[in-house]
C-alpha cells in the first residue's frame, strides 16, 4: 500500500512565497502529482514530477526526491486565489494517481 | 475542452436505499476512477476501471459496487445505503497519462 503525509493547514501572507510537504512510503511507486481543489470545486492536475528534481509551471513548482521519499510544492508571488487545499498523490507504475495525501489547507492573508 | 459529468450535484437517500451514481467523461479515456472526500481524511479510492466491464478494488471498495458497460460511463453503486456513507463522491478519468480530470462531485446525505 501507500501513504503520504502532508500538512493540514498552513498560512502565508500575499505575494510571499509557501512550500508544502509531501513525505511518503510506497510500494510500486512511480511519480508524485499535486492538485488543487477550492472549495466546492473538483481537483485540478497542477503538476508532475516522474524523475528527481525541479518542475516548474509558472508560479507553481513541484520537487521531487526519490531518495528521500519527499516531495514539495512551492507556490511563489502568492495570490488571494491561491488559498485552496493541495493534495499531492502517489502515481502508480501504471500511469495515475490511486493514493492521495489528506491534503493541506492554505490560506493566504492580505 | 475536457469534460466529466456527475449525474447529481446533491442527494438525499434513506438508509437501506440502492443508489445510483452516474459519472459520464467525454474524452475517450480508458481509465476511470470513483473516489470518497470526507473533512480530514483527503481522497479515497473506491474502485476504479482500466476497461470497459473491468474493474479494481481500492482501498475502501466495502459496501459498494460500480459497472462499466460502455467506455464513457462509469456508475457506482451503494447496494443498501447507510449513514456512514454520507459524503462527497468524487469521478475522475484518464488515459494513460497522469493527468486525472474530476468531475464536480456529488454530495450524498444518507438519513
Known amino acids: 500500500g501507500q501513504s503520504l503525509e502532508q500538512p493540514s493547514e498552513v498560512t502565508a501572507v500575499e505575494g510571499a512565497i509557501v512550500q508544502i510537504n509531501c513525505t511518503y512510503q510506497t510500494s510500486g511507486f512511480y511519480g508524485l502529482s499535486w492538485y488543487q481543489q477550492h472549495d466546492g470545486g473538483a481537483p485540478t492536475f497542477l503538476s508532475y514530477?516522474?524523475?528527481?528534481g525541479l518542475e516548474e509551471t509558472g508560479r507553481f513548482s513541484s520537487f521531487l526526491s526519490r531518495s528521500d521519499s519527499y516531495g514539495y510544492l512551492l507556490l511563489q508571488e502568492l495570490q488571494m486565489k491561491d488559498s485552496a487545499s493541495y493534495f499531492c498523490a502517489a502515481n502508480s507504475n501504471s500511469g495515475y494517481a490511486l493514493n492521495f495525501g489528506k491534503g493541506t489547507s492554505l490560506l493566504v492573508t492580505p | 475542452d475536457v469534460k466529466v459529468t456527475q449525474s447529481s450535484r446533491y442527494l438525499v437517500k434513506r438508509t437501506g436505499e440502492k443508489v445510483f451514481l452516474e459519472c459520464v467523461q467525454d474524452m475517450d479515456h480508458e481509465n476511470m476512477f470513483w473516489y470518497r472526500q470526507d473533512p480530514g481524511l483527503g481522497l479515497r479510492l473506491i474502485y476504479f476501471?482500466?476497461?470497459?466491464?473491468?474493474?479494481e478494488k481500492g482501498d475502501i471498495p466495502e459496501g459498494y459496487s460500480v459497472s462499466r458497460e460502455k467506455k464513457e460511463r462509469f456508475s457506482l453503486i451503494l447496494e443498501s445505503a447507510s449513514t456512514n456513507q454520507t459524503s462527497m463522491y468524487l469521478c475522475?478519468?484518464?488515459?494513460?497519462?497522469?493527468?486525472?480530470?474530476f468531475g464536480p462531485g456529488t454530495r450524498l446525505l444518507v438519513l
Open positions: 475522475a478519468s484518464t488515459d494513460r497519462g497522469e493527468t486525472q480530470y
Open positions: 514530477n516522474a524523475l528527481d
Open positions: 476501471s482500466y476497461d470497459v466491464k473491468m474493474k
